[in-house]
T-cell receptor, first 111, second 113 residues
Framework: SQTIHQWPATLVQPVGSPLSLECTVEGTSNPNLYWYRQAAGRGLQLLFYSVGIGQISSEVPQNLSASRPQDRQFILSSKKLLLSDSGFYLC??????????FGPGTRLLVL | SQKIEQNSEALNIQEGKTATLTCNYTNYSPAYLQWYRQDPGRGPVFLLLIRENEKEKRKERLKVTFDTTLKQSLFHITASQPADSATYLCALGRGSTLGRLYFGRGTQLTVWP
């Protein structure tokens, strides 16, 4: 069966510090991968999606970037965090254009 | 851009009753619509998908309807239980954009004994 992992589960970082969140998927090949952010009281916002190694599409301009160095690995990064980057970050995978399966999420607090 | 409204932020019902959640959308018609369940501090979990050419879909105590004329989906939980308490999200997909989903903000359902 397929599983998706995210780490860390919780992160507290100072403003201006770098960020690296990792997501890995097991039990499938060539999945579509997604990064979402869920801010308090707001819906899920798609940040990036990838259909293959090295292929990244950005949905909104922001202080973040994403990379896919391996088929089942998706990384979310920032060189300098802003207060507004705080939120709940979710990674998801899917094999078709339809159903997406979400990871457990990373709670990021920027102080 | 697509706008999705889940018309109540919170819904409180008594155990055993039917919970009905609403999802309305504007602009283009989606190829399919999905409902997810999200518990506090956790990622959403897929529940049901209904396509634009389907009127109704059922799964155990769950029922979803899709009215493309009204641009609305209704999500029903029959014989609700306290364990059904969670936030329910609707999401729309266009069917041609590699899984690009547009999510609503969700409705927080509380089922009290």
């Amino acid at each position: 069966s397929q599983t998706i992992h995210q780490w860390p589960a919780t992160l507290v970082q100072p403003v201006g510090s770098p960020l690296s969140l990792e997501c890995t998927v097991e039990g499938t090949s060539n999945p579509n991968l997604y990064w979402y952010r869920q801010a308090a009281g707001r819906g899920l916002q798609l940040l990036f999606y990838s259909v293959g190694i090295g292929q990244i599409s950005s949905e909104v301009p922001q202080n973040l970037s994403a990379s896919r160095p391996q088929d089942r690995q998706f990384i979310l990064s920032s060189k300098k965090l802003l207060l507004s980057d705080s939120g709940f970050y979710l990674c998801a995978w899917g094999l078709s254009e339809e159903t997406q399966y979400f990871g457990p999420g990373t709670r990021l607090l920027v102080l | 851009s697509q706008k999705i409204e889940q018309n109540s932020e919170a819904l409180n019902i008594q155990e055993g009753k039917t919970a009905t959640l609403t999802c309305n959308y504007t602009n283009y018609s989606p190829a399919y619509l999905q409902w997810y369940r999200q518990d506090p501090g956790r990622g959403p979990v897929f529940l049901l998908l209904i396509r634009e050419n389907e009127k109704e879909k059922r799964k155990e105590r769950l029922k979803v309807t899709f009215d493309t004329t009204l641009k609305q989906s209704l999500f029903h939980i029959t014989a609700s239980q306290p364990a059904d308490s969670a936030t329910y999200l609707c999401a729309l997909g266009r069917g041609s954009t590699l899984g690009r989903l547009y999510f609503g903000r969700g409705t927080q359902l509380t089922v009290w004994p």
